[in-house]
């Protein structure tokens, strides 16, 4: 698995977006690049329908890629043992399934989990956490919305949901601030 060096001085992401089992570059990169502005982190479930090593990347133009904090899982199953503590939001794009994304209650650290492009997520993983499944709301007849519109979102309703509720900072110029309040103080590890 390729995996983004760690970086210390990175704070820990205010979202996890897990792709599972993505079929198109192109997606990917898209949210790749919107995880970015985010301030969010990438996981990507496999198998992968494309290479995500250096010279593949590359090739794509994702000059930005060895600066995301992207995470690689070997399997649906790996992710979900490595990250069992973690809150799980799904999104469905099936009509009748799951409430509003604008619903949800999102915190810091949540995990939104986007599925393929063309089947969504494992059913059976939806009907176990049933209570957690979100959709965005659609016109009756639309077959459906590309994967980095759902991400784009369902992240950034996330983030006002964060930044209404003193979990994130959007400062008055519009940019994220990936910090955290102690104390009433918001601290970046440098000057909040």
């Known amino acids: 698995m390729n995996q983004a060096p760690q970086n210390p001085t990175r704070p820990d992401p205010l979202l996890h977006a897990v792709l599972v089992r993505p079929e198109i570059p192109n997606n990917a990169g898209n949210i790749g690049r919107t995880c970015m502005a985010a301030s969010c982190a990438l996981h990507l479930v496999h198998p992968l329908a494309f290479d995500t090593d250096e010279k593949a990347v590359r090739r794509a133009g994702m000059d930005y890629w060895d600066e995301l904090d992207v995470r690689e899982?070997?399997?649906?199953?790996?992710?979900?043992?490595?990250?069992?503590?973690?809150?799980?939001?799904l999104t469905s794009g099936l009509p009748d399934t799951g409430r509003p994304h604008w619903d949800a209650?999102?915190?810091r650290g949540d995990h939104l989990l986007f599925g393929t492009e063309s089947s969504g997520l494992p059913q059976d993983l939806l009907r176990?956490?049933?209570?957690?499944v979100i959709r965005l709301p659609m016109s009756p007849g639309v077959r459906g919305l590309n994967v980095a519109s759902c991400v784009s979102a369902v992240l950034y309703e996330a983030l006002r949901q964060l930044?209404?509720?003193?979990?994130?900072?959007?400062?008055?110029?519009?940019?994220?601030?990936?910090?955290?309040?102690?104390?009433?103080?918001?601290?970046?590890?440098?000057?909040?």
Request: charged share 25%.
């Open 73 to 89: 899982h070997a399997s649906l199953d790996a992710y979900l043992t490595t990250h069992a503590g973690a809150r799980l939001w």
């Open 105 to 107: 209650a999102f915190e």
């Open 128 to 132: 176990a956490h049933a209570d957690r």
């Open 163 to 192: 930044s209404t509720h003193d979990e994130a900072l959007v400062d008055g110029r519009a940019v994220i601030r990936n910090t955290q309040r102690v104390s009433g103080v918001w601290r970046d590890g440098k000057n909040a």
